[in-house]
């Protein structure tokens, strides 16, 4: 998914004064072209969002990779953080190579700007918005469903959030 009119990266200041949030949402509605590549269902949980950084990405234009997520970090997600909240968490699950920033976000958070959330609360956000790497994964936790909202602050790929199949 990009954006109609050309926007660099994460870095890019057309992040926060455009219509860059709804880039997310358009995304996830495009959930369903997994299961069709997959030919079965694909839960809430195990869809991810993701936007590299610019020294991971090989485009010079801001896009967000869909695919299923690593079940590494599905299960890692799926107890932590323990709840949602104001405050974002750090985490490095021992199951994957990662550091990363984590928040749990309802539902309806899809529709807000999330580069401007991150930018906003992560120390140093727009400064170190050439290193992150940003993704926006679906969470289940018995009948509640939102997501988590995860950014590094390391040269990471998108790719290490997306399974290979799903």
Known sequence: MTPTVPVAG????????????RLWLAAWEERNLLERAAKHKINWNEVVLAVNSKSTRSQDQL?????CIKSSIRDFLAVEPSSTGENWRS???????????????PEE???KDLFKLVFDEIPGGRLLAEKQTIALAGVTRGSWRGFALIVTLETVSAEEFIARDC
């Open 63 to 67: 896009h967000i990779h869909l695919g």
């Open 109 to 111: 958070y899809i529709k």
């Open 10 to 21: 994460i870095e890019s200041l057309a992040t926060t004064t455009g219509d860059t949030n």
């Open 91 to 105: 985490a490095h699950p021992s199951s994957i190579n990662v550091s990363f920033f984590v928040k749990l976000l």
